[in-house]
């Protein structure tokens, strides 16, 4: 019906609408933009910021057959301390080993929720590791998406690099946004 009322007019008044239109439209989307960088901005601890690790408990299942292969699960809670967040901050999570795209190398596929006072962020990744019967991450620096999140981090979403700090503690640096 649109296009009939549009193809009636005559050809410059029809131009002038369709370029009112669009004004109208572009106002509409940077206004979106605008008001949505603004919620991320006001949503706490939404941007970048580290924790650090301050203990870890780390199990690996052996399902398959004797010894580290594919369809081992490696299970474990990691607790954090950081800056500006009230409490410990725990990381249950679970990972399954998998065939590499490298030779002679594992991976795991797994996934986690970093638990803080006020709220969670969900992690879910695919990382290599040469022995992932370490009871730790390994020194490389590892980056995997963050796909959610509840309470002050809902809808989060980035990344969060884990590395090993100089003074060899490990660290967790989210650069993340929020949206409600």
Not at 87 to 102: A, D, K, T
Not at 118 to 126: L, R, V
Not at 147 to 163: C, I, P
Request: glycine fraction near 12%; aromatic fraction near 6%; charged fraction near 20%.
């Amino acid at each position: 019906m649109l296009n009939h009322l549009l193809s009636s007019e005559t050809g410059a008044h029809r131009v002038k609408r369709l370029k009112a239109g669009w004004v109208c439209q572009l106002c509409a989307i940077s206004l979106a933009a605008v008001s949505s960088q603004a919620l991320a901005a006001e949503a706490p601890h939404c941007g970048p910021f580290k924790i650090s690790v301050v203990d870890a408990k780390i199990d690996l299942v052996d399902i398959a057959e004797p010894g580290l292969g594919v369809g081992d699960i490696r299970t474990g809670v990691v607790t954090f301390a950081g800056e500006g967040h009230e409490g410990p901050i725990h990381l249950p999570f679970r990972s399954h080993v998998v065939p590499s795209h490298q030779q002679e190398k594992l991976s795991l596929i797994g996934q986690g929720d970093y638990i803080f006072s006020n709220g969670t962020i969900h992690w879910s990744g695919t990382y290599d590791m040469a022995d992932p019967t370490r009871s730790d991450t390994p020194p490389s620096e590892i980056i995997v998406p963050i796909v959610g999140g509840t309470g002050d981090y809902a809808g989060a979403r980035g990344t969060v690099r884990w590395f090993q700090g100089d003074d060899g503690v490990r660290i967790s640096e989210f650069d993340i946004s929020c949206q409600e």
